[in-house]
């Protein structure tokens, strides 16, 4: 049994996520919860880092294109 930081209840071992030194803090409902929350806070964000991950891959390949050409 463990207890999450988060809700204070004391769950079982499966309920939390394996984590690279043992299990996370948070129990798997929590964490789903945190998640949310952030991602619904930095949305417009997230798109931001998307389209510029796309606009870089296809200046990338007009580059490419051009030096074939």
Same mark, same amino acid.
């Given at each position: 049994? /463990?207890t %999450?930081?988060? %809700? /204070?209840?004391? !769950?079982? +071992?499966?309920?939390?996520? !394996?984590h690279? =030194?043992? $299990? &996370?803090? +948070?129990c798997?409902? %929590? =964490? !789903?919860?945190?998640?949310? *929350? @952030? @991602?619904? $806070?930095?949305?417009? /964000? &997230?798109? &931001?880092?998307i389209?510029?991950? /796309? =606009? ?5 390949? &007009?580059? +490419? +294109?051009? *030096?074939? $050409?």
């Amino acid at each position: 049994m /463990k207890t %999450c930081t988060i %809700c /204070k209840q004391e !769950k079982p +071992l499966s309920e939390f996520n !394996k984590h690279r =030194n043992g $299990l &996370q803090s +948070l129990c798997k409902e %929590c =964490n !789903k919860q945190r998640s949310r *929350e @952030y @991602y619904a $806070l930095n949305k417009a /964000k &997230q798109i &931001q880092q998307i389209l510029a991950a /796309k =606009n870089k891959r296809i200046k990338k390949n &007009q580059a +490419l +294109l051009r *030096e074939v $050409l």
